[in-house]
Structure formats: C-alpha cells, structure tokens
Nanobody
C-alpha cells in the first residue's frame, strides 16, 4: 500500500511561482515511478511530469521549461516547482505513484493563477 498527501497549492499571480510537495507513505520500495497530474475544470486529467526509479524525467510540452519535478534521496517526498505560472495552469494538481500493486493518488491540491 502506498499513500500520498499533497500540499503547497494556493493562489498566485501570473508570472509567480509555487512549489507543491507530495509526502509518500507505505511501501516505498515497491514504487517504480512518481508523477504529477492536473485537472482543470471541464477537462480531462493530464500527466505533466514524471520521474522513474532510475531518475529519468519527462514533462508535458505545456510545462516544459517552467516546471521541475524532483524528489529527496530517500524517495519519501516528491516536489513540483512551478515557475512563470500562467492562468491556464489553474487546476487541481494530483500526485501519483506507480507501484507493483497498481497506482495510488493523493487527494489533490488546488492551484489558482489569477491577478
């Protein structure tokens, strides 16, 4: 079992920055990839950043160059640094783990980009 808890969302002005955190609990050894997704109102949930157990990282084109995914050395925390935020980044952001037993999701954290 893997449990995920996100934090760090909020309201930010366009051009601003936020850092999201995801605390990972449970069977950490079974995880082979961690990812951040987001879902805007009326839209499907989309994958925006992923890091696998070997450290390989991939980003969606919509956030490449602005967002950075990272983790701590013991893999109990995953972060999403978001810079130069735009109004279209407004969404609920979810942490996701892919592990031997399947997939786990956090509860989501709201990010609103508005002046």
């Amino acid at each position: 079992q893997v449990q995920l808890v996100e934090s760090g969302g909020g309201l930010v002005q366009p051009g601003g920055s936020l850092r999201l955190s995801c605390a990972v609990y449970g069977s950490i050894y079974s995880i082979y990839a961690m990812a951040w997704y987001r879902q805007a109102p009326g839209k499907e949930r989309e994958l925006i950043a992923r890091i696998d157990s070997g450290g390989e990282i991939n980003y969606a084109d919509t956030v490449k160059g602005r967002f950075t995914i990272s983790r701590n050395n013991v893999k109990t925390m995953v972060y999403l640094q978001m810079n130069n935020l735009k109004s279209e980044d407004t969404a609920v952001y979810y942490c996701n783990s892919q592990h031997q037993a399947g997939s786990s999701w956090g509860q989501g954290t709201q990010v609103t980009v508005s002046s």
